[in-house]
């Protein structure tokens, strides 16, 4: 996952809307999101090289994603997969706080990593390249990429405002307008360019929140939408190199039941 904005308690019906990409290399393994055979109570995609997954959701109403902290020539290939920071957290008994400082200690393990993880009760960020490494997430709407939470990329602060506008103007959001708001191919002006150690020409390719590449592209979209009475939606789009949709996933949660329904 490249690009998420999470709305905390920022619309009236809603205590927690995510609207995220993932962007992957094309030829990396994964599925769709789907209720996972070997626990049920999981609805997620699957990396099928390391077996984690970039975003999900628990029967309970737990909701995890991860984005890939970018520091291009600082990869450990001996480190752990960090797609398993999502699903153990979702696979769990701990809720968003205890999880958190519980992973404090051994965040380090990992290469650089943002995560999101949400439940009932709150929402914590956790990184293992800021100095105090998890905090508490305040109401309102903030936004991820590949830098450390509500840094100001071109494509961040544009997708964050355009949703914060689209929650301030209607009193029901429809999940094609927030999928529209990441389908934005148009790159950066190249002076607003972020520098992380990649060439110009690539931070211009990777600056619009919609990636269109042979090799590396948007591989998927997802909105999950939580109003304040334990019923969530959950939709996903996946996308081949030339952005066309070739699978979409709707699912209804109901967390008082925790019972997953899906949807045509």
């Not at 699912?251 to 019972?259: M, N, P, V, Y």
Request: aromatic fraction near 8%; charged fraction near 20%; hydrophobic fraction near 40%.
């Amino acid at each position: 996952m490249c690009l998420a904005v999470i709305a905390l308690n920022a619309h009236a019906r809603f205590s927690l809307i995510i609207v995220a990409n993932r962007d992957e290399y094309h030829d990396r393994p994964a599925l769709p999101a789907q209720i996972w055979t070997d626990n049920p109570q999981i609805l997620a995609g699957r990396d099928l090289r390391a077996g984690g997954t970039w975003m999900g959701l628990a029967a309970t109403g737990k909701t995890g994603l991860l984005t890939n902290y970018r520091e291009p020539g600082k990869q450990n290939l001996n480190a752990p997969s960090r797609g398993v920071l999502v699903s153990h957290f979702l696979t769990s008994a701990n809720a968003a706080q205890s999880y958190a400082v519980a992973l404090d200690t051994e965040a380090a393990s990992f290469n650089g990593f943002n995560l999101l993880l949400a439940d009932a009760s709150s929402a914590h960020y956790l990184s293992n390249r800021m100095e105090n490494k998890t905090t508490q997430l305040e109401n309102g709407v903030h936004g991820l990429s590949n830098a450390t939470l509500n840094i100001a990329w071109p494509k961040l602060t544009r997708t964050r405002k355009a949703v914060s506008k689209l929650l301030a103007d209607t009193t029901q959001p429809e999940p094609n307008d927030l999928f529209d708001i990441f389908r934005d191919a148009k790159p950066a002006k190249i002076a607003e360019l972020p520098s992380t150690g990649l060439t110009p020409e690539r931070e211009l390719q990777l600056s619009s929140p919609f990636i269109l590449d042979n090799l590396y592209g948007t591989r998927c979209s997802t909105v999950i939408m939580a109003d304040r009475f334990g019923q969530t939606y959950f939709e996903e789009r996946s996308f081949n190199q030339q952005g066309e949709i070739i699978h979409v996933a709707k699912w209804h949660l109901d967390t008082l039941s925790q019972k997953f329904t899906p949807l045509t």
